[in-house]
């Protein structure tokens, strides 16, 4: 048996962006839109160039009914003047948080450009058939998973997945417009959007957008690092 690696050894070994896999690209504030919107839009596409894995994975915040923070990583949906949007299912353990506290925060992060957005904001549901629209729109995997239901609930064993897993393929195959009642397409409308710039020297540059109250336009103000 091998012996049990050291973690703080382990993490003595690590660098943040290293210049072999990390690009550090100039930030000016002053030329960023007046809207977060279309700078996340750049910001996303740079890092889809930039070879990011994964760049529309995303960290999902929200608390339960007693305040307690929960998080978890989801899949980008979409982004447009409604709002951030991801897929759950309503009796989901984030679902059912979002129903009792309908406000949340997102997160991406993305190395290759040492860069993060955090946004956060009160979230709604959309009408069930964008959600289905959504949906199926999406691959026949992505309907199995849905299909299968059941998420957070306790599960007996691999094998009782495994069944499950194995009959919503074959429905998801057979009926590539199945519907998935409790699966639920949300949307954040951030209240406030902070873009950051890593910097090698560590004077990294944070962009903060927010709303003094919901009738005015954003504002803007640089944040120290």
Partial sequence: MSPQPDLHDLLRTLRVWSPEVTELPAFDPESAPADPLPLFTAWFAEAVTAGQPEPHTMSLATSDTAGLPDVRTVMLHGADDDGWSFASHSGSAKGRQLAQRPYAALHFYWPAL???IRLRGPVESAPSSEAQADLHARSTGALAAALTGRQSEVLGSLEELADGSRA???????????????????????????????DAQRRHVRLRYYRADTTTGWLRELLWP
Avoid: I, M, V
Avoid at 171 to 198: K, M, N, S, V
């Fill in 114 to 116: 040492g860069r993060q």
């Fill in 168 to 198: 919503a393929w074959e429905r998801a195959q057979r009926e590539p417009d199945a519907p998935a009642p409790t699966w639920t397409l949300y949307r954040l409308r951030p209240e406030e959007a902070e873009f950051f710039q890593g």
